[in-house]
């Protein structure tokens, strides 16, 4: 079913109809604890020390908020989730979530884990893209300093970084795929940008293979996109482009605050969102040199740019544009989107419970903090059990 019009995010029966009562109701009860700060405080606490005692607390958090955020700990175990999206026209990016690696092998662990990621998504419709975190390549203590300044011992270092990254995205490139290399901290992100403007160049002159992320919370961002395409056409490649607000607000607040230096950050949400929708507008306009991936649980950007791309005669499938929501939030956008024939895919985020803590942290902080976000999901899911009961 492919319906015509713009989506509307209020509608839940499309929104939900991949949940059973239950499901919907695990959602609520775990939406309504992410809704009180303190418990989400004091949860993030105990799971940091229980992971730093090696505590097991498994069996607390399998049930919860990894059931709502995961696909499951393995690739294998991933493939209900992956099958179940699918169905419903949402496609896969799995998404290895393990982060703080501290050793080489480890580095090279994820990078094979990655690779394998790559490997489920061959000729596989289901999956959309493969992503990865360079600090998951990296140790971070070489991601955050000049590549002028490094020791021999760290240039040695730096060859294998380049090497992990040039792996992929040739394996993405002989796997027929595409791959995402995620934005963060801004301290990281100088030589992040420089790898990718660097894997871009050399993977994407026919096709879109390599896409950088460009985080719009931050003051000098759009310019550096529009500067970014002009490099671009200058030298002959295409951009592929995650375009997200941005997740490191509180790290970046202290890292300002630490250092003495100015807050790279817009001064408040509306700059954010004005910069964000105006690198929609800027992508859209230079269709032919920049492809788009909008990652956002922002419904009013996300309706933005369905109405330009109706507005410009762009197709709703058009190949050049994607949209993207994290597993377990925002479903109301994503299967609106994919009902309506969008090109659409979750981030599953997948990998053993202990190491995937610090996302699901980040998640559950994600959504105390985020104004709105949880009584969102909150209505919605109440507004679907209640349209359900009506059905009995
Ligand atoms: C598919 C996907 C991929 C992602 N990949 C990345 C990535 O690679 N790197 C990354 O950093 N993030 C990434 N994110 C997270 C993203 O950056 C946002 O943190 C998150 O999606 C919330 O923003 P939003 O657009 O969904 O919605 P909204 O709820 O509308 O926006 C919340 C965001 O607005 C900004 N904001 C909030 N308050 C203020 C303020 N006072 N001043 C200035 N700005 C403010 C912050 O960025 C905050 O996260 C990704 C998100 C998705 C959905």
Not at 100 to 116: K, P, Q, R, W, Y
Not at 117 to 138: C, M, N, Q, W, Y
Not at 259 to 271: D, F, V
Request: aromatic letters at 8%; proline letters at 3%.
């Amino acid at each position: 079913m492919s319906l015509k019009g713009l989506p509307n995010f209020d509608n839940t029966e499309l929104a939900f109809r991949h949940l059973s009562d239950r499901d919907l109701k695990r959602g609520r009860v775990l939406f309504e604890l992410l809704s009180r700060p303190w418990l989400v405080d004091v949860g993030s606490l105990f799971a940091r020390l229980a992971l730093a005692l090696r505590i097991p607390i498994g069996w607390a958090i399998r049930p919860t908020v990894y059931a709502q955020f995961c696909g499951g700990e393995t690739i294998e175990e991933s493939e209900e989730t992956v099958e179940l999206l699918y169905k419903n026209r949402v496609r896969t990016i799995l998404d290895y979530s393990a982060e703080g690696v501290t050793s080489e092998e480890e580095l090279d662990s994820n990078c094979s884990e990655i690779l394998a990621t790559i490997d489920a998504a061959r000729e596989d419709p289901r999956h959309a893209f493969s992503v990865f975190k360079p600090s998951g390549l990296s140790l971070k203590g070489l991601l955050s300093k000049s590549t002028d300044d490094f020791t021999i011992k760290e240039e040695e270092e730096w060859e294998r970084v380049l090497r992990r990254i040039r792996t992929i995205c040739q394996a993405t490139s002989d796997a027929g795929g595409k791959v995402l290399i995620d934005a963060e901290e801004s301290w990281l992100q100088d030589n992040i940008d420089e790898i990718a403007e660097d894997m871009m160049s050399d993977y994407n002159r026919e096709s879109v293979i390599v896409y950088t992320t460009v985080q719009l919370y931050r003051i000098d961002r759009l310019k550096y996109l529009k500067n970014l395409c002009i490099k671009a056409r200058e030298c002959g490649f295409k951009i592929g482009v995650k375009l997200v607000r941005g997740a490191y607000m509180e790290k970046e607040r202290a890292m300002a605050i630490k250092n003495g230096c100015p807050l790279p950050i817009q001064p408040n949400k509306e700059a954010t969102d004005r910069d964000f929708d105006n690198a929609i507008r800027f992508c859209l306009d230079n269709l032919d040199a920049i492809h788009i991936f909008a990652g956002t649980h922002n419904a009013e950007s996300t309706l933005m740019l369905c109405k330009e791309m109706s507005e410009r005669g762009i197709e709703n499938d058009d190949p050049r544009i994607s949209f993207s929501q994290l597993l377990g939030m925002s479903d109301q956008i994503s299967f609106n989107l994919a009902a309506h024939g969008y090109n659409i895919a979750k981030y599953v985020p997948y990998g053993p419970i202990r190491e995937a803590i610090p996302y699901l942290i980040r998640r559950a902080k994600e959504n105390t903090s985020i104004e709105g976000q949880t009584s969102r999901e909150l209505s919605l899911i109440d507004k679907e059990l209640k349209r359900r009961k009506k059905l009995i």
